[in-house]
């Protein structure tokens, strides 16, 4: 497993702009898990997309970004230009039990979300 920081991730992965909402969580870029944004995630996922597809999950000891599309402890997800590899896992831990956010401004933010 790789862990970063969620700084290091928007640096290597550039997740997109949510073009379906304005005020989106993560400044603009995370999609929520149901109605149109849901759709927009899976269209992706299901049509060339899915290492492409990131999810924001609520796990032990506090909140995490990990590559994929999952279920379980969902709170959101990300769609990102860059996609990760058939083999890799990561997690990024965005918050902690404790309610420290670990997670700062991006750098970088693609506009356009694909």
């Known amino acids: 497993m790789t862990n970063m920081t969620y700084e290091e ?15 989106a969580s993560f400044e603009g870029m995370m999609f929520e898990t149901w109605g ?7 269209q992706v996922v299901n049509n060339g997309g899915k290492l492409r597809v990131w999810t924001y999950i609520d796990g032990d000891g506090g909140t995490y970004i990990v590559d994929g599309y999952r279920l379980v402890n969902r709170i959101g997800y990300f ?7 058939d083999d890799d896992v990561y997690e990024i831990q965005v918050s902690k039990d404790d309610e420290t956010e670990l997670w700062y401004k991006p750098r970088h933010v693609s506009k356009d979300a694909q």
């Open 9 to 23: 991730w928007v640096a290597k992965f550039k997740p997109t702009l949510n073009h379906l909402v304005r005020d």
């Open 79 to 85: 769609i990102c230009d860059v996609p990760f590899g």
């Open 36 to 42: 149109a944004e849901l759709d927009f995630v899976l």
